[in-house]
């Protein structure tokens, strides 16, 4: 058995907080675990859990509903045979899901009993932009949180968000927070001011636990003229790892979070993040070259979050745009339409009614829609009869 602090793997860790506890540079973000039959592989999820803990990974990020609600339990499960102060748990409240008064307690108190612990370390309002954060406060949320902290049941407070700049702005000013997981990644830096997020967020204090710092696996491949010019400057290092590497590098961040689902991504992260250098300013210069590349090949950029899965069509948007992706980066048009053949004609990108309910919940603000009717016309779809 490990002892609670133990002696595991040369992960690189931050201290975290007035306890000076440390938290694994590299956090498991659960909601990609490999599944089978439509469930997680317990056998093989439970192996990663198992290898990225005697690694050295101890921080490990879930939520309510990732993998329509088996994550919790699943962790809560796998996680057990270790020594509950040899981790720290991160999972978080979905305001979308709270509809009376009581729900938020309802909720909170299942996930402890799903994870299997009297406490939670690192609890998260999720998914916060104007909307939520207006149910939050509706519902009394943050008051009830700050109950479970003074009686123990949650050590840090925080948020992980998907709002604007006004929305963050608000929320600093108006509570106290210990930590806020934001996506952050070379893409990103600008495209969505994630470099604007990190310095309002370090102004006032608070520590960041990056999220997607790969875009959802997207950041991995890139187009072969990039990953071509990564792999001039490091033959013996992968393309993901310039992206982990990248996340990792600013001062204030505490964890970079990653959706591992097979055990080469793992053993890559874990290489990546232990013994860490951050990137060099040649390095940086490298990577902007290779973003140049990757802008111009015109890939949809979605992180497969399944925040859309709710589509009236029951289009799989994500499944859609990987296809899509596939076809950008490697040109081969028969492939990408034999790839779409199985798809029922009602569900193809064809089939899409421009409804926006897909893009109002997507955090990376895509026009859903468009991207969709586009790639219907590269593939030479045409839209189904309307049901009689």
């Given amino acids: 058995m490990i002892t609670e602090e133990g002696n595991r793997g040369s992960m690189d860790r931050r201290a975290f907080g007035a306890t000076g506890r440390e938290v694994s540079l590299l956090g498991y973000g659960c909601m990609r675990f490999p599944v089978r039959d439509g469930v997680i592989d317990a056998e093989r999820a439970t192996k990663l859990i198992d290898r990225a803990y005697t690694g050295g990974v101890n921080y490990f ?7 329509e609600g088996q994550s919790e339990p699943f962790l809560g499960e796998a996680l057990s045979a270790y020594p509950r102060g040899s981790f720290f748990l991160a999972t978080k409240m979905p305001y979308w899901d709270v509809k009376k008064p009581g729900d938020v307690e309802t909720i909170f108190y299942h996930q402890l009993e799903r994870l299997k612990t009297d406490y939670i370390d690192f609890y998260l309002m999720h998914a916060m932009n104007g909307t939520n954060y207006d149910r939050m406060i509706r519902f009394k949320g943050y008051e009830f949180f700050e109950r479970m902290k003074a009686e123990g049941r949650i050590k840090h407070l925080g948020f992980s968000f998907h709002g604007t700049l006004t929305d963050l702005r608000r929320m600093i000013r108006n509570h106290a927070w210990d930590f806020a997981q934001i996506q952050f990644n070379y893409l990103d830096y600008e495209e969505q001011r994630a470099d604007l997020q990190y310095q309002l967020l370090t102004d006032a204090g608070i520590r960041v636990i990056v999220m997607e710092p790969v875009r959802g696996g997207a950041l991995a491949v890139l187009c072969p003229e990039a990953v071509e010019i990564l792999r001039k400057a490091a033959p013996d290092k992968s393309v993901a790892s310039w992206a982990i590497r990248y996340a990792a590098s600013p001062e204030n961040v505490l964890c970079v979070l990653s959706g591992m689902s ?8 874990l290489g990546t993040l232990s013994d860490f250098r951050p990137l060099s300013e040649r390095e940086n210069a490298v990577l902007q070259d290779a973003l140049y590349a990757y802008r111009k090949s015109k890939t949809v950029r979605c992180t497969a ?6 589509c009236p069509q029951a289009i799989d948007i994500p499944e859609i745009f990987r296809l899509y992706n596939d076809f950008v980066l490697t040109g081969d048009r028969k492939a990408l339409r034999n790839a779409y053949r199985p798809i029922p004609p009602r569900q193809n990108a064809a089939a899409c009614l421009a409804c926006g309910k897909c893009s109002g919940v997507c955090p990376q603000s895509l026009d859903i829609p468009a991207q969709l009717k586009q790639i219907a016309s590269v593939i030479g779809f045409i839209r189904p009869a309307p049901s009689k």
């Fill in 305 to 310: 979050c399944r925040y859309c899965k709710d």
């Fill in 61 to 67: 990020d879930t939520a309510y509903f990732y993998h």
């Fill in 262 to 269: 097979n055990e080469e991504q793992l053993a890559d992260n």
